[in-house]
Protein backbone atom coordinates (compact mmCIF):
# COMPACT_ATOMS: atom_id res chain seq x y z
CA UNK A 1 0.00 0.00 0.00
CA UNK A 2 1.53 2.94 -1.06
CA UNK A 3 1.46 6.21 1.49
CA UNK A 4 -0.81 8.24 -0.41
CA UNK A 5 -3.47 5.18 -0.10
CA UNK A 6 -2.61 4.44 3.77
CA UNK A 7 -3.34 8.22 4.10
CA UNK A 8 -6.75 8.18 2.24
CA UNK A 9 -7.68 5.19 4.52
CA UNK A 10 -6.96 7.00 7.70
CA UNK A 11 -8.58 10.02 6.67
CA UNK A 12 -11.71 7.95 5.64
CA UNK A 13 -11.66 5.53 8.89
CA UNK A 14 -11.16 8.60 10.60
CA UNK A 15 -14.65 10.46 9.05
CA UNK A 16 -16.29 7.14 9.60
CA UNK A 17 -15.53 7.41 12.56
CA UNK A 18 -16.77 10.77 13.40
CA UNK A 19 -19.80 9.96 11.79
CA UNK A 20 -20.73 7.20 12.80
CA UNK A 21 -20.18 9.11 16.70
CA UNK A 22 -21.95 12.40 15.86
CA UNK A 23 -25.75 10.57 15.55
CA UNK A 24 -28.31 13.67 16.11
CA UNK A 25 -30.36 13.85 19.45
CA UNK A 26 -34.27 13.59 19.58
CA UNK A 27 -33.88 17.93 18.79
CA UNK A 28 -32.12 17.32 15.60
CA UNK A 29 -28.38 17.25 17.06
CA UNK A 30 -29.11 20.53 19.12
CA UNK A 31 -28.10 20.43 22.67
CA UNK A 32 -30.25 21.48 25.38
CA UNK A 33 -29.74 24.89 26.72
CA UNK A 34 -32.35 24.33 30.16
CA UNK A 35 -32.57 24.92 33.38
CA UNK A 36 -32.46 27.94 35.50
CA UNK A 37 -29.36 29.04 36.32
CA UNK A 38 -27.38 28.50 39.29
CA UNK A 39 -25.70 31.32 41.32
CA UNK A 40 -21.88 31.55 42.01
CA UNK A 41 -20.05 31.50 45.25
CA UNK A 42 -19.34 35.23 44.15
CA UNK A 43 -22.69 36.06 43.88
CA UNK A 44 -22.87 36.23 40.00
CA UNK A 45 -24.90 33.60 38.06
CA UNK A 46 -23.03 31.19 36.47
CA UNK A 47 -23.96 29.61 33.20
CA UNK A 48 -22.85 25.51 32.88
CA UNK A 49 -21.37 24.40 29.52
CA UNK A 50 -19.99 20.17 29.53
CA UNK A 51 -18.42 18.89 26.23
CA UNK A 52 -17.46 14.78 25.86
CA UNK A 53 -16.73 12.79 26.95
CA UNK A 54 -18.96 11.24 23.82
CA UNK A 55 -20.46 13.42 20.78
CA UNK A 56 -22.40 15.47 23.90
CA UNK A 57 -22.24 19.32 23.74
CA UNK A 58 -25.06 21.25 26.19
CA UNK A 59 -25.41 24.29 28.63
CA UNK A 60 -27.49 25.11 31.56
CA UNK A 61 -28.38 28.11 32.51
CA UNK A 62 -29.79 29.75 29.70
CA UNK A 63 -33.60 29.72 30.33
CA UNK A 64 -35.17 33.34 30.29
CA UNK A 65 -31.65 34.05 30.46
CA UNK A 66 -31.66 38.33 30.57
CA UNK A 67 -28.58 40.28 29.33
CA UNK A 68 -25.59 40.80 32.03
CA UNK A 69 -22.38 39.42 33.21
CA UNK A 70 -22.42 36.15 33.84
CA UNK A 71 -19.56 33.38 34.46
CA UNK A 72 -19.29 30.61 31.99
CA UNK A 73 -18.06 27.16 33.22
CA UNK A 74 -17.25 24.41 31.28
CA UNK A 75 -16.93 21.09 31.69
CA UNK A 76 -14.47 20.03 28.80
CA UNK A 77 -14.01 15.77 29.28
CA UNK A 78 -12.53 15.12 26.08
CA UNK A 79 -9.31 15.66 23.92
CA UNK A 80 -11.44 15.35 20.65
CA UNK A 81 -13.64 18.30 21.59
CA UNK A 82 -14.40 22.00 22.62
CA UNK A 83 -16.56 24.26 23.80
CA UNK A 84 -16.64 27.21 21.50
CA UNK A 85 -19.27 30.31 22.34
CA UNK A 86 -20.29 33.21 20.32
CA UNK A 87 -22.61 36.00 19.94
CA UNK A 88 -23.18 39.32 19.82
CA UNK A 89 -20.93 41.96 21.82
CA UNK A 90 -17.94 40.22 20.77
CA UNK A 91 -18.58 37.25 22.70
CA UNK A 92 -16.19 34.72 21.33
CA UNK A 93 -14.91 31.91 24.19
CA UNK A 94 -13.47 28.47 23.71
CA UNK A 95 -11.39 25.52 25.09
CA UNK A 96 -8.64 23.84 23.50
CA UNK A 97 -9.48 21.01 21.29
CA UNK A 98 -6.80 18.63 22.87
CA UNK A 99 -7.19 20.26 26.58
CA UNK A 100 -9.95 18.26 29.29
CA UNK A 101 -11.05 19.56 32.54
CA UNK A 102 -12.83 22.80 33.93
CA UNK A 103 -12.09 25.89 32.32
CA UNK A 104 -13.73 29.57 33.23
CA UNK A 105 -14.83 32.41 31.01
CA UNK A 106 -16.25 35.80 32.30
CA UNK A 107 -19.02 36.90 30.04
CA UNK A 108 -21.14 39.96 28.84
CA UNK A 109 -24.41 39.05 27.46
CA UNK A 110 -26.21 41.43 25.58
CA UNK A 111 -30.00 41.10 23.97
CA UNK A 112 -29.40 38.56 21.17
CA UNK A 113 -28.93 34.98 19.94
CA UNK A 114 -25.84 33.34 20.80
CA UNK A 115 -24.34 29.75 19.90
CA UNK A 116 -22.21 27.05 21.06
CA UNK A 117 -20.43 24.22 18.96
CA UNK A 118 -17.55 21.96 19.20
CA UNK A 119 -15.38 23.36 16.29
CA UNK A 120 -14.26 19.97 15.03
CA UNK A 121 -18.11 18.46 15.00
CA UNK A 122 -19.99 22.06 14.33
CA UNK A 123 -22.30 20.28 12.56
CA UNK A 124 -23.61 17.89 14.92
CA UNK A 125 -22.74 19.25 17.97
CA UNK A 126 -23.81 22.47 18.61
CA UNK A 127 -26.73 24.63 20.41
CA UNK A 128 -27.79 28.10 20.97
CA UNK A 129 -30.00 30.22 23.32
CA UNK A 130 -31.75 33.84 23.12
CA UNK A 131 -30.31 36.57 25.63
CA UNK A 132 -34.12 39.08 26.27
Not at 20 to 30: L, R
Not at 108 to 116: A, T
Request: overall charge negative.
Amino acid sequence: MTRRQLTLLLLLLTFGLAVAGCGGDDDGGKAAATTAAATGAGGGTTLKGTVGPGFDISLEGTDGITAGDYTLVVNDQSPAHNFHLTGPGGVDVSTDVSTEGEQSFEVKLVPGEYKFVCDPHASTMNGSFTVG
